[in-house]
């Protein structure tokens, strides 16, 4: 799953969060404190299997797994790292669904025709939804992460200094993987923050979602494709998706448009009598579906009219830019085009830093916005609007490096 600021991994948002808010962690890193780290991390390991065993972890399995191990220092790099810049969308997209991502997933439509054709009948997940998340979240298994996943979460268990707990929860059910034999540990690789397999889930996620799709009793998400894409179909019905419906439509916005009804929801009936049209003329095939407006560069680039699967994909990864590329792909690959709508690429967004500059002068101004933490939600987005429409502007929410200026010169 990505973010705009880097591609962490599938159901592991709450991993994605703490990226660069770890920062005791950096001691490890420092070749000075390696050995000492290392002894420290030792004594860990040996006080971590009280935990382990209450689990049921058998101590062959848990010696197995810990054997001459290190910290993971990528992990920990990693963990600790602030994202300054903030990928534009469109270059995003230009990256996710390019041609190339889009003929291989076609390829693998074909090479699993059979395997995707049972998942479908058997979850209710469209097949091109599936082979869209599997390209996204590791390029269709070219990589899958070069992380051993108990070290990478013994790492995070061991050295971040908040939500230790989370990780260590995560850390057990890895151990309790290995230790049903569902992967050997030379081939539980991952990311750094502990994603596994083809199409990237959490120990947890694995333990909830993943699928046994040919019966052999193990589900294998790691060497066995079938069983990751009917883990994939399986963690998508589990959360709500709906069969036989798409994700969104691009859409068409009137003249004189109310920019102040982005981010709302109302059914594609109320929207077309907005005035909201799809491109060519097309009919809404189904009229009463809900939909939410979302404008993820604002007034500068595409329009979409968001539907339930949107959010489900969401679920995976809690970024619009995820969600929407998965949606984009899936239709490339089932044979769509491009979105009609061009980005207006100089329409450039805010990294973190930007972001809370500008949260703190719209407080300033009395357009509260809520604490200035660099993440544009819902209440960013609202004081921007409440700012655009005081200044003149088109009041569509959008957090740009142009309305930074605009603000910042006190017009």
Request: hydrophobic share 40%; aromatic share 10%.
């Amino acid at each position: 799953m990505f973010l705009l600021q880097s591609h962490a991994r599938g159901p592991a948002r709450t991993a994605r969060r703490l990226a660069g808010a770890l920062g005791l962690a950096l001691t490890l890193c420092l070749p000075a404190g390696a050995a000492v780290a290392d002894a420290a991390f030792t004594r860990w390991i040996d006080g971590f299997w009280s935990t382990a065993r209450s689990a049921g972890v058998s101590q062959a399995t848990y010696r197995r797994a810990f054997q001459g191990m290190t910290p993971d220092e990528d992990t920990i790099r990693l963990m600790n790292r602030q994202s300054e810049f903030v990928k534009p969308i469109w270059e995003y997209l230009d990256s996710a669904v390019s041609d190339t991502r889009v003929e291989n997933g076609r390829q693998m439509l074909q090479t699993y025709a059979r395997e995707l054709a049972v998942i479908e009948s058997r979850y209710g997940v469209e097949r091109h939804a599936v082979v869209a998340i599997w390209g996204m979240e590791t390029n269709y298994g070219n990589f899958m992460g070069k992380h051993y996943v108990v070290r990478a979460l013994a790492t995070l268990a061991y050295a971040a200094p908040r939500r230790r707990e989370f990780w260590q929860r995560e850390l057990v059910t890895a151990l309790q993987i290995l230790d049903a034999g569902h992967v050997a540990p030379d081939r539980m690789e991952g990311s750094w923050a502990g994603a596994m397999g083809h199409t990237q889930f959490m120990p947890s996620s694995w333990k909830q979602y993943a699928a046994d799709y040919d019966g052999d009793g193990r589900r294998d998400i790691w060497t066995n494709i079938p069983d990751a894409l009917a883990s994939t179909a399986n963690y998508l019905k589990k959360h709500g998706w709906q069969g036989g419906k798409t994700w969104g439509y691009e859409v068409e916005l009137p003249r004189g448009f109310d920019y102040t009804l982005a981010d709302t929801d109302r059914s594609l009936a109320e929207w077309s009598r907005i005035g909201i049209r799809r491109p060519g003329g097309r009919d809404f095939p189904r009229p009463s579906d809900n939909a939410e407006l979302v404008l993820p560069a604002g007034a500068s680039g595409p329009a979409f009219l968001m539907l339930k699967n949107f959010f489900v994909i969401k679920r995976y990864n809690n970024a619009t830019a995820y969600a929407l590329a998965v949606g984009h792909l899936a239709d490339r690959i089932r044979g769509g085009g491009p979105f009609v709508h061009a980005w207006q690429r100089d329409a450039l967004p805010l990294s973190k830093p930007q972001a809370e500059e500008l949260q703190t002068l719209l407080n300033r101004r009395g357009f509260s916005v809520g604490t200035a933490d660099g993440q544009v939600g819902p209440a960013t987005r609202r004081g921007i609007r409440a700012y655009q429409t005081a200044a003149g502007l088109i009041p569509d929410g959008y957090a740009s490096v142009a309305l930074l200026e605009h603000i910042r010169r006190g017009r």
